[in-house]
């Protein structure tokens, strides 16, 4: 597609694939001449051009250290959907619930939230690196720290809209949800920024902002947090803590 006369293109398998795009000029503007999209990875592809791979090959080596960093070790596999037995969203909720804290340290939020949309894959049994937790968690989302109405919580928790990436969440307060009241709430951007066709906002409409997590005054987004979460525990997490 081409936006503002910027041509976008992506490949399949996460991008992976080669795709080729002729675009013709003209009048000051340009369209799609041509278009294709190969199933071949661009690490294999017998014909991409040497300057190409020579960048692939630089920024790889810049990452790997980074990818290859052990994160957390797994006492088993975690799985992506609500049908898994112990999703990881079920402890990405957690990270966020843990992290959202008073000034005097304490836990401060009723609930915390996701939408299991923003996972995209397992997290494997035994250790696990930041490419893994990556391939799991691939966005930035911020995690939203704010109060919402019981009502919209509780309309939240029993939407099935979405099916088995629906919604995924963590509640700190042991007494039955109250649609009157007002709750404080740990929950990623997704839900609370989300807008209807009509922009409005249609998830949490009742949700006032106080603030979203930081970490050294810098976006911490929801991978960067579970990571930091998974680092407290000493030894192997016990996977079957976090089962639905």
């Not at 294999?44 to 790997?64: F, G, H, K, L, V």
């Not at 799991?136 to 099935?160: C, H, M, Q, S």
């Not at 997590?213 to 579970?226: A, I, P």
Request: aromatic share 16%; charged share 20%; hydrophobic share 30%.
């Amino acid at each position: 597609t081409i936006e503002n006369g910027v041509a976008f293109l992506q490949g399949g398998t996460k991008g992976e694939y080669v795709s080729h795009i002729k675009l013709k000029f003209e009048n000051g503007s340009a369209a799609t001449e041509a278009y294709s999209n190969n199933s071949a990875s661009y690490l294999t592809y017998p014909s991409i051009d040497p300057s190409i791979q020579n960048i692939y090959a630089a920024y790889r080596t810049e990452t790997n250290t980074i990818a290859n960093q052990k994160v957390a070790t797994l006492s088993k596999k975690m799985g992506r959907y609500h049908s898994d037995k112990t999703p990881v969203m079920n402890l990405v909720t957690e990270a966020f619930g843990s992290y959202a804290l008073d000034k005097n340290g304490n836990n401060f939020a009723s609930v915390s939230y996701s939408i299991g949309n923003v996972s995209r894959s397992y997290l494997p049994s035994g250790d696990v690196t930041y490419s893994q937790l990556f391939e799991a968690l691939p966005f930035d989302n911020r995690v939203y720290i704010g109060t919402a109405k019981g009502a919209d919580i509780y309309d939240y928790l029993t939407a099935e809209s979405y099916g088995n990436y629906a919604n995924f969440f963590t509640r700190y307060d042991a007494a039955a949800l109250d649609t009157k009241k007002t709750y404080r709430i740990a929950i990623i951007d997704y839900c609370v920024k989300h807008r209807n066709v009509y922009r409005a906002l249609d998830y949490f409409p009742s949700f006032v902002e106080e603030g979203y997590l930081k970490k050294n005054g810098q976006d911490w987004n929801y991978r960067e947090v579970t990571k930091d979460y998974l680092a407290t525990f000493p030894g192997t997490v016990q996977v079957n803590n976090y089962a639905s």
